[in-house]
Nanobody, 115 residues
Framework: QVQLVESGGGLVQPGGSLRLSCAAS????????ANWYRQAPGKQRELVAG???????NYKDFAKGRFTISRDNAENTAYLQMDTLKPEDTAVYYC?????????WGQGTQVTVSS
């Protein structure tokens, strides 16, 4: 059974940093790409960044230069380092893996950027 568990969210002041983690189980994590999405209140879920099984990364424009996605296959974990956070980054952040044409999601972790 595929399971994704996010952690690392919280309340941070503008300009601060957070590191989100996504722990995967039930799969050989190194075989698959991983993505981070976010959903703010009243808005659609949107892609933040993705990393392929080989480590190639891609970012949405708002994340470029501030966020860094990475993975540790030995730990079956994907990370999202978020720096220079802004109030508009406030959202629930979700980890996602696409396996065999099916999307798997974690439960999400809340990130709140506020002074």
């Amino acid at each position: 059974q595929v399971q994704l568990v996010e952690s690392g969210g919280g309340l941070v002041q503008p300009g601060g940093s957070l590191r989100l983690s996504c722990a995967a189980s039930g799969i050989t994590f190194s075989f698959y790409g991983a993505n981070w999405y976010r959903q703010a209140p009243g808005k659609q879920r949107e892609l933040v960044a993705g990393i392929s099984s080989s480590g190639t990364t891609n970012y949405k424009d708002f994340a470029k230069g501030r966020f860094t996605i990475s993975r540790d296959n030995a730990e079956n974990t994907a990370y999202l380092q978020m720096d220079t956070l802004k109030p508009e980054d406030t959202a629930v952040y979700y980890c996602n893996c696409k396996i065999g044409g099916r999307n798997y999601w974690g439960q999400g972790t809340q990130v709140t950027v506020s002074s």
